[in-house]
């Protein structure tokens, strides 16, 4: 659907595009200084029904300030175990009047960006749900307000335990698998079309629908987009690129230490207008300094999967990560992670992890929210890693090769494609 842009909106997406937030209300906060690691954080959740719900688990440890959710029954739920922590439907009125240090974000995709914004703009540390954003613009917006506000931010989710990642990467950087050329990531996940009801409820009494859609532009009320079914629609997610592809992306740019791709293309399921493919294959090319070669990633999911591997660890996995080297491959999955060199036996790198050395990213985050130092899913890393990822659904969408200049965030050869790489919100939410 298109829109006609008032001077308003043309001046806050100049200021999007800028990485300034005309954001106004937020309580001014003086800046974090290293606590000791027996402190207390005052932590808030903003959505706190299923990601959220094992979140909260996490942050038992710390002072629950706040919940926050537009569904009463998931906010009701969540308030039963913290009594004592305040609840909101609006995270606007929750950061502006709470005594916060930091804020976790488990809303839909749709949301993510600007609840992240806000909580920045008012000073608090962010944790924040895969994928960082709903586009690609959103992204490199976060990127730069982080880089200004200096706060603790980390991207949740991984393909592996934590500690088993860092064993991939430490292999990676080794040298031990030779040049990378190929990268395949698959899942059987599928967030595609579905079949909508005959009948189309009202709005629940319990669910707040205005707030849910925040700054999307809005749309009628329809009973399948909730509970979690809103992946399935590209005005509030981005299928399962964007959800189960995020994990499987961080991992492979932080091992391979890429930044921007220079071609994206893609296939999948007939291109519909509402709803992200049930299957898609798609493809980057990253053109890396020299002498190193280029490396391609390519992406399947659904009915879609890499057919040439013959290892049985391989070729019998639902999901998984092969970086593919002139000495072999190195297989992930959220099962194992193997070192499969030719000639060599198979090495399990996930038992050669400490069994202690378990940590969730999550309670990385809330140990550097306390000593201020970096994570290892910062959004000056996740940011990129995002643009990429989403550029994916970018090309299927446009149904063309795109050749991607990332200093100019345009697509050099089909500039039409700003459509789905630039964001724009409803009025009310940028001012």
């Known amino acids: 659907m298109k829109f006609h842009s008032s001077r308003r909106q043309f001046l806050q997406s100049a200021c999007l595009t800028a990485g300034t937030l005309c954001l106004t209300g937020w309580r001014s906060r003086p800046s974090p200084r290293p606590r000791s690691a027996n402190d207390r954080l005052n932590v808030a959740v903003v959505g706190v029904a299923e990601y959220g719900r094992s979140h909260l688990e996490e ?67 962010v944790f924040c749900a895969d994928p960082l954003s709903h586009t690609v613009s959103e992204a490199r917006m976060l990127a730069q307000l982080a880089r200004r506000r200096k706060r603790v931010t980390q991207l949740g989710g991984s393909v592996n335990s934590p500690a088993t990642e860092d064993r991939v990467l430490e292999v990676l950087r080794s040298g031990e698998l030779g040049p990378v050329t190929s990268v395949h990531a698959w899942t059987h996940r599928s967030h595609g079309e579905l079949l909508r009801s005959a009948e189309q409820p009202p709005v629940p009494r319990h669910l707040d629908y205005d707030l849910w859609l925040g700054p999307q532009y809005p749309v009628p009320y329809c009973a399948d987009y909730l509970p979690g079914r809103w992946r399935h629609w590209w005005t509030f997610g981005g299928g399962t690129l964007a959800e189960a592809g995020s994990p ?42 020299e002498p190193l070669p280029p490396v391609q990633v390519t992406w399947h999911h659904g009915t879609a999967r890499p057919e040439h591997f013959t290892d049985p660890r391989i070729a019998g996995a639902s999901e998984g990560l092969v970086f593919s080297g002139s000495a072999g491959d190195l297989f992930v999955n959220p099962g194992a992670a193997w070192l499969l060199l030719t000639g060599q036996p198979a090495r399990n790198l996930s038992a050669e992890v400490s069994p202690g050395n378990r940590r969730s990213r999550l309670c990385e985050w809330l140990d550097a929210c306390r000593s201020l ?59």
């Open 59 to 125: 942050c038992i440890p710390e002072n629950v300030v706040a919940l926050c959710d537009v569904d009463t029954l998931a906010l009701d739920a969540a308030s039963r175990q913290f009594p004592k922590a305040a609840v909101y439907a609006d995270f606007r009125r929750m950061i502006d009047r709470e005594p916060l240090d930091a804020v976790i974000i488990a809303t839909p995709d749709h949301s993510h960006a600007i609840v992240a914004a806000w909580s920045l703009q008012a000073g608090l540390h």
């Open 248 to 289: 499987y992306f961080a991992l492979i740019h932080r091992g391979l230490g890429l930044e921007a791709p220079a071609r994206v293309e893609a296939t999948g399921a007939a291109l519909h207008l509402k709803h992200p493919p049930s299957w898609l294959r798609s493809r980057w090319t990253y053109e890396l300094k």
């Open 373 to 431: 130092s970096q994570t290892s899913g910062h959004f000056e890393f996740a940011a990129p890693m995002t643009e990429a990822l989403l550029l994916g659904n970018v090309a299927y969408r446009t149904d063309r090769k795109l050749v991607w200049n990332a200093r100019k965030m345009v697509a050099s050869n089909l500039p039409e494609a700003s459509e789905y790489v630039q964001h724009s919100y409803r009025p009310g939410w940028w001012v």
